[in-house]
């Protein structure tokens, strides 16, 4: 018989395969990378599915905002008003990165290598994600991008194609500089009672992060 972690785990990888399809559909997303605890394997019932977005140079807030969206119409995303019950299965936007801020930021720790030392690709450009592993250097050993049995392929779909058909180019970026004034007058908004332990918060053209508190990070290490 199967002990409970392998089944919670079988579980947790079932629906989260199952929900991050809808980023098939979601325009300028290169690859997508589960992380967090689906990664380690240090799952409970509450857990939620954390992912690494990549998203094209120039196109990180058009990204957030149709992930938002889509996500949105099912179900599938973690708000920041959900409580841990409530959280649980869904999947967590906390970290978005275009080419250039595809290399974590510093300082670096056990826990930061060994959630990039496990991190799996399930979607997209096999050779971006191969550049993103290239680019965090300071992983220990190094890592290097393999196919993993759980990999969903690119991840293209028509209605993808159509979207950043009609959003390239100069009606594109106009889009990107009115979604980006938008977003970040929201997060703005919210960010002093958000806002915990040793935030890790960057909101730039390159680098969405929003890992608030990081208290349970270092309680991990200690």
């Known amino acids: 018989m199967e002990d409970k972690p392998f089944d919670l785990a079988q579980g947790k990888w079932r629906k989260f395969l199952k929900r991050v399809k809808v980023f098939r559909f979601v325009p300028f997303v290169d690859f997508v990378l589960a992380a967090g605890s689906l990664a380690t394997g240090k799952l409970h019932e509450k857990s939620d599915l954390d992912v690494i977005i990549g998203a094209r140079e120039g196109r990180i807030f058009t990204v957030r905002f149709w992930a938002i969206l889509f996500s949105g119409l099912f179900g599938f995303r973690r708000k920041g008003t959900d409580h841990k019950e409530?959280?649980?299965?869904?999947?967590?936007?906390?970290?978005?990165?275009?080419?250039r801020a595809y290399c974590l930021r510093p300082p670096y720790n056990a826990y930061w290598n060994e959630l990039y030392s496990k991190i799996v690709p399930v979607m997209g450009d096999e050779k971006v994600i191969s550049d993103f592993f290239?680019?965090?250097?300071?992983?220990?050993?190094?890592?290097?991008?393999?196919?993993?049995?759980?990999?969903?392929?690119?991840g293209k779909s028509f209605i993808k194609s159509i979207l950043e058909f009609i959003f390239r180019g100069w009606f594109g970026n106009k889009l990107e500089q009115a979604l980006k004034k938008l977003q970040l007058r929201r997060i703005g908004r919210g960010l002093p009672q958000a806002l915990g332990y040793k935030p890790r918060f960057v909101a730039s053209d390159s680098e969405l992060e929003f890992h608030m508190d990081t208290k349970r990070i270092e309680e991990m290490l200690g």
């Open 134 to 154: 290239k680019a965090n250097d300071w992983i220990k050993p190094p890592r290097q991008y393999e196919r993993d049995s759980r990999f969903l392929g690119r």
């Open 86 to 99: 409530e959280a649980a299965d869904k999947l967590c936007f906390n970290h978005f990165v275009a080419p």
